[in-house]
């Protein structure tokens, strides 16, 4: 066989196994938005308590949440972020804001007390990043009061075993670099700068940082 005649050969596979990973990465993609409920599986995990805090942890697609529920997210959110927001580059815009909270592929875990109060909240969306099937953690939301307490830790472990059981890659999420809390706790839980996260340089600066875990166990072929 001739050079190039190979080199064609070689181009073509490539393709073949370009396509055949990106159909593969489709379909656990497909199978993870398609769960009815991930914590399923974890309901040991769904109560949590410390210090006079008493929650249940639960899943809700978009579509679950009504009016009712999508204002107390939308309260909650304002009220820790609204602030941060609008001392950066993004400012607060609550339409836009609105918008991303309630799109059609967020998915949610809420903590409630027993009265049915918004403790606090995570949207995630299991999404493809630069080609690679990740659980985005577009927020994790506590109220003042359930703050160090460890439910947040709570809460973004179970989004990793949401992850994990779906066969995601990553977990990744993005942080204001002027919320220093934030990134001292997602340190704290073993985040990293993820390869995507844009670095600042003469021409441009970024008032924000990606940061995400990768799973440990390979992907099940
Ligand atoms: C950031 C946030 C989610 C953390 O949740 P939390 O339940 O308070 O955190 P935990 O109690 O699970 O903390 C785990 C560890 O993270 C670190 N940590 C958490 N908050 C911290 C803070 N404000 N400053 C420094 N370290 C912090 C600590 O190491 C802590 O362990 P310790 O309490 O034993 O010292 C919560 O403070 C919050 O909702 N903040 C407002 C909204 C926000 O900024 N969200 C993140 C947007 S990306």
């Given amino acids: 066989m001739g050079k190039s005649s190979k080199k064609c050969k070689e181009n073509r596979q490539q393709r073949k196994e370009e396509i055949a990973k990106i159909a593969k990465t489709q379909g656990i993609l497909n199978a993870a938005k398609k769960q ?12 949590f308590s410390k210090d006079g805090l008493d929650v249940t942890i639960s899943f809700s697609k978009v579509d679950d949440l009504d009016e009712i529920a999508k204002e107390k997210v939308l309260d909650l959110m304002r009220t820790n972020m609204k602030e941060t927001y609008e001392s950066c580059d993004w400012g607060w815009n609550e339409k836009e804001k609105y918008d991303e909270l309630f799109d059609e592929d967020a998915r949610y875990i809420l903590a409630k007390g027993d009265d049915g109060s918004l403790v606090a909240f ?9 080609g690679r099937p990740v659980l985005y953690c577009y927020e994790l939301q506590l109220s003042e ?27 990744v999420l993005t942080i204001l670099k002027n919320n220093p809390g934030a990134k ?3 340190l704290s839980m073993k985040y990293e700068l993820d390869e995507t996260n844009p670095e600042d340089d003469d021409e441009e600066t970024f008032c924000y940082e990606i940061l995400s875990k990768q799973r440990k166990i390979k992907t099940v072929e």
């Fill in 145 to 171: 009061t359930a703050r160090r307490k460890g439910l947040g830790r709570r809460m973004m472990q179970i989004l990793e075993m949401f992850a994990w059981q779906a066969n995601m890659e990553r977990v």
């Fill in 184 to 186: 001292s706790f997602f």
């Fill in 36 to 47: 009815d409920d991930p914590m399923a599986n974890l309901q040991p995990f769904s109560k």
């Fill in 122 to 130: 995570s949207h995630f969306r299991f999404d493809f990043d630069e």
